[in-house]
């Protein structure tokens, strides 16, 4: 594995969303250039904001559009599976901001539940067959990763919530980014976005290294 070793302080942003299917795909391939990283190289993770609040049945033509991606990603990136029971047993929502204002309201109860609330609503989607899109869902990921259920409930839909997402939102967008999950390395305010590659970490260590 390659090591970096910067002369100033760096901090590498992750744009992403929990209910995005390329984002888990992508997480050992993180996961690896993470611990390739030196300590001084701040990792900072923002949620991106895919889709929208929305009530609405989920179009068939998004639906086949969504396994299809499923598909693909098992087929390019080994390790990667996907429970196509979903699609049978829940109602699909094109909505990923509630997943978003998930992780938020984990987070103000302890920082590692970030990564926590992500991790449960990736394996609650792409493997339990569970819908993410449902607030009964989420309070229930809550008290499965030992957060306050009841606290939880209370902020996910809360004004300091909304508020949090729409500037991750901003701050992403600002970034230039729309689509996930992406790289942004921040070099004293000079910023470069490094491609993601999903299986082969130490590319993306490598190009880290050439811009630090």
Partial sequence: MVR????????????????????????????????????DVKVERL?????????EPMPDQMRAHLQRTWRRIQARIPGTHF????????SPRRSTW?????????????APFDQAMTDAVQRAYYL?????????????????????PDVFDRDLESDETRRALAAEIARAREMGV???????????????????????????????????
């Fill in 4 to 39: 970096i070793e910067p002369d100033m302080a760096s901090t590498l942003f992750y744009i992403h969303d929990p209910m995005c299917s390329w984002c888990w795909g992508f997480r050992r391939s993180f996961g690896a250039l993470v611990m390739g990283l030196p300590g």
């Fill in 47 to 55: 949620l991106g904001g895919l889709a929208s609040d929305s009530d």
């Fill in 83 to 90: 429970n196509f029971d979903f699609w049978s047993r829940c």
């Fill in 98 to 110: 509630p997943a978003c204002r998930a992780v938020i309201a984990a987070r103000r109860q302890a």
């Fill in 128 to 148: 339990e067959a569970r819908n993410p899109s449902d607030r009964e869902t989420l309070i229930s990921l809550a008290g499965e990763i030992g957060a306050d």
């Fill in 178 to 212: 729309d689509s996930f999950p992406a790289l942004v390395l921040d070099r004293s305010g000079s910023r470069w976005r490094i491609p993601v590659e999903y299986t082969d970490p130490s590319a993306m260590l490598e190009t880290i290294g050439l811009l630090l």
